[in-house]
C-alpha cells in the first residue's frame, strides 16, 4: 500500500491550461505539503496544510491553488499554466505540523507546459 | 536563520568505495538532522535522523553522526554499490521554531561498476 500517492505521474500540458494534482497520504498523518523540485533538484516549499487548515503559503502565485478536502487528501490546481511552471511537484505528509519531524514523499508529478 | 550546505556533487564513486558526503548547517535553537535519498525518477525517501548531538543515525549501510562542535551531520557508507546511485539532501528543522524544515541542495551520487 503506498503511503502517500500522487496522480498523475506525468502531466504535458499547453500554456494557459489549467490543470489538477492528486495527493492522498494513508498514514494517518495530521500534516500536508506540495514541493515544488527543480531541474537542479532545489526543492522549494509551496503549500502546508494541517488538518485541513492552511499553515503555510510561500511566496507562490495566485493561480496556484491548493485544497483539502480532508486531512488525508491535499490537491493542487493550478490555473493559466506557463513555461515556468514546468518542475516536479512534490506532496508529502509528517505526523504533525513541526519540522523535526520526517516527511514522507510522495513519487513526485512531472509537470511539462509546452 | 537556519541554513544547510552540502557538497557540491556529483560524487563520482567506483563500486565497494567508501562515501563520504558533508552537511554542515547553522540554525538557532536545537535542531534535528535528516539525510534524505531521492532514486532517479522516485521521490525523497528518509534515510536516517539524528535528534540530539552525538546520536548517530544509520540505516541500510549508511551512518551520520551529529556533531554539535562542528555543526556537521556527514553520511558515510563504506562500501558504495550501483544500487546507491541516487541524490542524497541534508535537512534540519527545530522544534518550536519555523514549521517547515531546511533542505540543503542535494549531492548527487554517481556509483560505477
Known amino acids: 500500500d503506498t503511503a502517500v500517492s500522487q496522480t498523475p505521474k506525468y502531466l504535458v500540458t499547453q500554456m494557459g491550461n489549467d490543470k489538477s494534482i492528486k495527493c492522498e497520504q494513508n498514514?494517518?498523518?495530521?500534516?500536508m505539503y506540495w514541493y515544488k523540485q527543480d531541474s537542479k533538484k532545489f526543492l522549494k516549499i509551496m503549500f502546508s496544510y494541517n488538518n485541513k487548515e492552511l499553515i503555510i503559503n510561500e511566496t507562490v502565485p495566485n493561480r496556484f491553488s491548493p485544497k483539502s478536502p480532508d486531512k488525508a487528501h491535499l490537491n493542487l490546481h493550478i490555473n493559466s499554466l506557463e513555461l515556468g511552471d514546468s518542475a516536479v511537484y512534490f506532496c508529502a505528509s509528517s505526523p504533525a505540523q513541526g519540522a523535526n519531524y520526517g516527511y514522507t514523499f510522495g513519487s513526485g508529478t512531472r509537470l511539462t507546459v509546452v | 536563520g537556519n541554513s544547510v550546505t552540502q557538497m557540491e556533487g556529483p560524487v563520482t564513486l567506483s563500486e565497494e568505495a567508501f562515501l563520504t558526503i558533508n552537511c554542515t548547517y547553522t540554525a538557532t535553537g536545537y535542531p534535528s538532522l535528516f539525510w534524505y535519498v531521492q532514486y532517479p525518477g522516485e521521490g525523497l525517501q528518509l534515510l536516517l535522523k539524528a535528534t540530539k548531538a552525538d546520536d548517530k543515525g544509520s540505516n541500510k549501510g549508511f551512518e551520520a553522526t551529529y556533531r554539535k562542535e562542528t555543526t556537521s551531520f556527514h553520511l558515510e557508507k563504506g562500501s558504495v554499490q550501483v544500487s546507491d546511485s541516487a541524490v542524497y539532501f541534508c535537512?534540519?528543522?527545530?522544534?518550536?521554531?519555523?514549521?517547515?524544515?531546511?533542505f540543503g541542495r542535494g549531492t548527487s551520487l554517481i556509483v560505477h561498476p
Open positions: 535537512a534540519l528543522g527545530v522544534s518550536g521554531g519555523s514549521y517547515i524544515p531546511t
Open positions: 498514514l494517518g498523518h495530521d500534516t
